[in-house]
């Protein structure tokens, strides 16, 4: 199936990692009728299930929950929130990810019949991998070993004990006061997620920075309406205070808190791969740099997910691990579609997306028109008491293609879907416009907002 150079292969696909990229090319792998291992050095799931997604939504979902208790929208429906068991929760967290753990990586392994050997992978050469030492050679080799926060260059953060969205999860207390750095998906879902809890929180940094501006205005008032006060400056610098850490701004402001948690990006993942010796090759941020084929520099290895420096959803990891996997086995050659890619930041109300910005539009030369849709016309907001938000549409000015869906909203991700399919369908505004929605559903919005390309005018509530 792969390629096999000079030495006899003892499996044809090794993959180094065991996350959604992983799993995913080993499965396709294994369907196409190939060989496959894993090696991972750690725990078994890579970041989506033990430090990312999973961990993280299921501790937002509980802080939300709290939040609606404590500022219930129905003033005859009395509600009420107490303290907050942070250990608890953490423990439900843990139990959650075990289980999920063993659900959908062990098991679906020892289903598929391939192997995960624990150990460090490393490459000897360029067509030999080993593992703890052991020489393990295959006919194509594929890095999926994921990403991990990255510590940013800020003066004075070794000297203070500071935060990852990782090391935030496993804490057992609700801090105080906390200062976050950045504003991207993490900083805002981790600020909410303590505020939500009890904590007096501080974001440095943008605020949404690549979200559509009008969903990011509206995100800085509900910030506002949940006590986290927002500096949209750089940090500069951090230094150790009496009670915690001060954070000091590009305009000097400093800003005091029990603990300071960084949130500015991530990086690659390759510690120990010895990438320079197989001729992989890496960008400057350290992502290995891959073909649409995902093949590296070396065309005997390929990589994906979050260590190539695509998109940081387990789903990209997943589809990119699957054209990966049949690419190298010589089994197809295949590339991923990223039209329509959905994002959704699980800040409440969401900050969902599908498609192109407006800004990503003009960039490739594209005429568009928006429309903007104020929570406020959706009938499915009014009877929530929840108009915090709006709806925005980009579409082609020339044929009407339906080219993003952005939406700040309760259930915005849950929108997502329909609009994926929508864009990749090349349907236009008005097809969206005519086509059914279930009235009193937040998707319904879709259609209302489509209607706005041929009329301005107020509607009634289902017309």
């Not at 390629?3 to 369907?31: C, F, K, P, T, W």
């Not at 005859?76 to 250990?87: F, N, Q």
């Not at 993003?404 to 236009?428: F, N, Q, S």
Request: aromatic fraction near 4%.
């Amino acid at each position: 199936m792969s390629q096999n150079g000079e030495h006899a292969h003892e499996i044809d696909l090794a993959v180094v990692g065991s996350g959604g990229a992983a799993m995913a090319a080993a499965i396709a792998a294994r369907q196409a009728g190939a060989s496959a291992v894993l090696v991972e050095h750690g725990v078994l799931g890579g970041t989506c299930v033990n430090v990312g997604c999973v961990p993280s939504k299921t501790l937002l979902a509980a802080a939300g929950a709290r939040r609606e208790a404590a500022n219930g929208r129905f003033p005859g429906a009395s509600t009420s929130a107490g303290g907050v068991d942070l250990g608890a929760l953490v423990a439900q967290k843990d139990e959650l990810v075990d289980q999920l753990r063993h659900a959908k990586y062990a098991d679906v392994a020892a289903a598929y019949g391939f192997e995960v050997l624990s150990g460090q992978g490393s490459f000897i050469d360029d067509h030999t991998l080993s593992v703890d030492g052991q020489p393990l050679r295959a006919g194509a080799y594929l890095v999926a070993t994921g990403a991990e926060p990255a510590r940013p260059d800020l003066p004075g953060l070794d000297g203070v004990d500071w935060l990852t969205s990782t090391t935030a999860m496993e804490l057992t207390a609700v801090p105080r006061s906390l200062v976050v750095v950045g504003g991207g998906y993490v900083g805002m879902e981790q600020a909410q997620l303590f505020a939500h809890l009890g904590a007096e929180v501080t974001v440095v940094g943008r605020l949404a920075p690549r979200a559509e501006p009008e969903l990011a205005n509206l995100l800085r008032g509900v910030f506002a309406d949940d006590g986290i006060a927002v500096l949209e400056e750089r940090a500069i610098g951090v230094e150790p205070a009496p009670d915690g850490v001060v954070v000091v701004t590009a305009s000097g402001r400093r800003v005091q808190a029990e603990r300071v948690l960084v949130a500015t990006g991530r990086h690659a993942t390759t510690d120990g791969l010895n990438l320079p010796v197989a001729g992989v090759g890496t960008d400057e941020r350290g992502f290995v740099v891959v073909d649409d084929a995902q093949r590296t520099t070396n065309p005997r290895v390929y990589a994906a997910g979050d260590v190539t420096g695509a998109p940081q959803y387990v789903y990209v990891a997943a589809a990119t691990g699957r054209v990966a996997a049949l690419n190298a086995l010589g089994a197809s050659e295949g590339r991923v579609d990223y039209r329509g890619l959905p994002a959704v930041v699980f800040t409440r109300p969401q900050l969902a997306s599908a498609g192109l910005t407006e800004a990503q539009a003009l960039r490739r030369g594209i005429t568009c028109e928006c429309r903007v849709l104020d929570l406020a016309d959706v009938p499915r907001a009014l009877v929530q008491h929840e108009t915090r938000g709006a709806v925005k549409l980009v579409a082609d000015a020339r044929t009407g293609a339906l080219l993003g869906v952005h939406a700040l909203a309760d259930g915005a991700g849950e929108m997502m879907l329909a609009a994926t399919y929508a864009i990749k369908a090349g349907m236009t505004v008005d097809d969206v416009a005519d086509t059914w929605a279930p009235y009193l559903t937040m998707a319904e919005s879709l259609r209302i907002a489509a209607g706005l390309f041929r009329n301005q005018m107020p509607t009634s509530c289902c017309a």
